[in-house]
């Protein structure tokens, strides 16, 4: 981008277009919300403006999932196109060192207030503000993407961070990530991705379920008045395992503790069926004294307690 030259020519176009609106205007701060507040209709240049300088930048952008929602038709001035998340042009094009809504300047919680102030469906501040990632100081640009890049190699989408993906096959993931599901969460949380390699795992690996298929990294609202419990996650898809029964287990109703998670570990397991303990020791973690019932056999084995998640026909778990 010849952007010396460019930026020459449109600050002088622009200085005798608009000089006087532009010496009579304020500096404002570079706080997202603040520069919005501030603005004055005039203020909002439109993209043709920054295409002027950031022609790279703008011609990439078409491709991005956003732009549709940019150019809404009837948008107001403020949600429409570049400026929507940088902020009213003129105060930039005038002062282009200080004065720009720059998300690898900003603070997480300010990138949180420019992108909430479309999303608050999803989402609102003191709700975002309560979840893990964003107590641990993680902003929505660490995970999102949002201007497209060239040469992008995983997996679709506007991937902009060219990174080797940590399972060959991926479940489409949501276009405006850093990267594939597996691989962004794999930046940080790397003991959590590898237990997927052990020998009895959720198909992750192969493509078929994703990290979000179980965890909500940005519960809704509606979600967060239902409080959905790990338990009702799994039995949407494992429903047979749901009841209810006429004897239930315990553990497995949630009725104890956390549920599933009593027995399986949710990622994966060098156990068959993603078991904590391959055999009796599953069940001593609360039935201490069967320590010597049955020796030589898993608890669960044929003729044994083979409805280990609860019966309609016998209170000992011993059919189903
Ligand atoms: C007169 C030329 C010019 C125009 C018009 C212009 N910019 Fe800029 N912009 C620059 C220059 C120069 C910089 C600072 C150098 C750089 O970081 O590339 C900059 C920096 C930026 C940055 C910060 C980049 C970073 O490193 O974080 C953003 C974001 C930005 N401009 C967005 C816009 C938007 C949105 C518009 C339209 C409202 C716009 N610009 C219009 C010249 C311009
Ligand atoms: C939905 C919000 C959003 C919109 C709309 C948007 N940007 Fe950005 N922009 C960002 C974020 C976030 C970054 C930080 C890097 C990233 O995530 O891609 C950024 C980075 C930039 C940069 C820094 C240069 C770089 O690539 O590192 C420039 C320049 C820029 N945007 C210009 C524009 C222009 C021009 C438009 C309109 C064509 C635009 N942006 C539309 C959010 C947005
Ligand atoms: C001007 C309004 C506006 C701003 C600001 C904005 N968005 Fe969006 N974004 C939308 C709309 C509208 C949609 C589509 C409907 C929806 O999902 O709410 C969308 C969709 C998305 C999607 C889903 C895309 C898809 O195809 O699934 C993500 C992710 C997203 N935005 C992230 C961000 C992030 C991160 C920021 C802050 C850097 C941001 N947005 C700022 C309006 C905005
Ligand atoms: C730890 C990573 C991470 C962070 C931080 C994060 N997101 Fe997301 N976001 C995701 C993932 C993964 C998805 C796709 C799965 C899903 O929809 O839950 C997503 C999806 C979305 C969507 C689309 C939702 C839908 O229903 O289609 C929007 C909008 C969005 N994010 C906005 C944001 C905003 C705004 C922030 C900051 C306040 C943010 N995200 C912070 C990882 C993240
Ligand atoms: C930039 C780093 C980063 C990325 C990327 C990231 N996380 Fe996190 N995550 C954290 C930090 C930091 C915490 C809080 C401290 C902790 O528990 O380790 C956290 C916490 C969590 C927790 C615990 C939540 C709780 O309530 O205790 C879960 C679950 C989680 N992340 C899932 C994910 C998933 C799924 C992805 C990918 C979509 C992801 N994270 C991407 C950094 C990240
Ligand atoms: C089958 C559902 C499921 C899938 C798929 C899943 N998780 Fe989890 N994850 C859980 C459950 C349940 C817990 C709570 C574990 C517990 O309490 O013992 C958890 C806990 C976590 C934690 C918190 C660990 C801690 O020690 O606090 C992180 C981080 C995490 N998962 C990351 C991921 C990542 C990254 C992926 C995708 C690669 C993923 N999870 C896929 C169900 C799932
Ligand atoms: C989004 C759907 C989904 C969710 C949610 C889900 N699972 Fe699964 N689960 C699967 C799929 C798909 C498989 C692999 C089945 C196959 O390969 O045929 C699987 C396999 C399993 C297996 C191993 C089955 C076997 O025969 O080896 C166990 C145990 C299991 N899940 C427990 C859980 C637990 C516990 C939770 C909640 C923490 C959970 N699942 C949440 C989809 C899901
Ligand atoms: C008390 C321990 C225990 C609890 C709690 C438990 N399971 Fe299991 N689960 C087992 C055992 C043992 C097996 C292996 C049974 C076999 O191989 O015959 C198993 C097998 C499975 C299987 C694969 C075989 C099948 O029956 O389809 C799935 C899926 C499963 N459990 C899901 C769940 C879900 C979902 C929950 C929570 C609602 C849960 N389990 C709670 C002990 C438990
Ligand atoms: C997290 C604790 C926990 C685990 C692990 C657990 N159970 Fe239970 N189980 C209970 C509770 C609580 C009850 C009902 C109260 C009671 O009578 O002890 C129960 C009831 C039973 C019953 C009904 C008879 C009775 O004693 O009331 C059988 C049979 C049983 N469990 C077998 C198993 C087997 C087999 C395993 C291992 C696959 C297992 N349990 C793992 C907590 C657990």
Redesign the pocket.
Known sequence: MQLGRLALAAVASLSLLTGAMYQNAKKPKSLPLSLFAQAKASDFLGDKKCAECHDDVAANFVNSAHAIYMHAPGAPLDKQGCEACHGPGSFHVRDQDSVVISYKTISAKEVEDACLRCHGDLMKKPHWDSEAHARAGISCVDCHQIHPKENVNITGGDRGVVQKQVFAAVKPSNPLLKAD??TL??QC?KA??MK?RDNSH?P?PEGR???S???SIHPTNADRLKATS?KS??VTCHQDIAGPFAFEHDPVAGWTG?G??ECH???GSNNPTLLKSFSRGLCLQCHTDKGAHHPGHTCWDAGCHVAIHGSNTNADFLSR
């Open positions: 599901e597996p969460c794999n949380h959590e991705v997927f959720h992750i379920m994703l990290c298929d179980c965890h790990f996650k799994c956390s599933c998670t570990n949710p990622h």
